[in-house]
């Protein structure tokens, strides 16, 4: 009996070749394996909560626009994250500048230990700000370190820069980041 | 311990691909910076995580309506090219196929047939119809005479003569 050698068809590659040759349902594959990652990136990013739907959609749209220039040499995660970092920052541009950071707009604390509740808020709202505060690619290195857990390779291949540069963004953005948040 | 290369680590042990030794732990109780460094990256990658659960299937559903849009946009607006091409490929045959109004005869073969083709219409005329039509017609280049060859007007009255006598035998 033989035993199938071919590529793994659940990765994000083969995923992505079987949306080029026409399966829809490859697509929405990978919609459900990322939107909460992006949603969450793009909420860490500055997003408001009322927007990362619609910014999440967006990005994916232009994603498989453009999957051709997906070169597989960065994580598609890691690439959809430098497209939503794109696409907000396109937002940004866009309100001229207005913050999209929106803290007024979280769910109220859980009342079975409101305080324990309301601090863990406050330290998420000062993380935000803090990485608000910081310029794009130092936020986007750090981001991507955080909560992809990707290497600085991975990372200058996604943000179109080198491996020293993104390492030197992320050092920046930690010492930053101590002063404005620890 | 190196600090730098304890940082280095930090998000593979976060993403679940590493994790500390004991002295990794040791160095983390001692070592403020890297304990503050860690412990951002952990604020970093928990942000976000209370977040309602975004709909997935609408989002899907969406991106799929709207990527399906977008091809038969590219689709139409390749047909609409290729017409456009095809149209200027066709004016440009015609246009390099169109015979000159001056200058030399059409050098396609069916131009020279048409110039062989016979006369019906003349068969039915008589000798002198027929020379009367010749006369109104000029002879063909080069069927004429040269142009240094001089003509019956340009004879002399006994030069006439002779020519006259010769023609008779």
Known sequence: MGVSTGPDPSTDAALAARYRSGDEGAAAALVARHTAAIGRFLYASGAGRSDIEDLVQEAFYRAFRKLEFWREHASFRSWLFSIAANLLKDEYRRRKGRTMLSLEDRDLPDQSDPHAELAANEAEDRM???????????REVFLMRSQLGSEYDEIAVALGTTPGAARVHYHHAVKRLKELVV | MNCERLSDRMPGVLAGRDHWSREDEEHLVVCADCRSEWQLLVRGSALGAELPGLDVSRISAEVQRRLALAKRADRNRRRGWLGLGLAAAAALVLVIARPRSTGEAPASPIAEQALVLP?????SLSAAELQAVLETMEPPMGTNS???APSLQDLDDHQLERVLRSLEG
């Open chain 1, 128 to 138: 935000r700000e803090g990485l608000a505060g910081l310029p794009r690619l130092q």
């Open chain 2, 119 to 123: 006369v019906i219409e003349l068969d």
């Open chain 2, 146 to 148: 040269t142009l240094d």
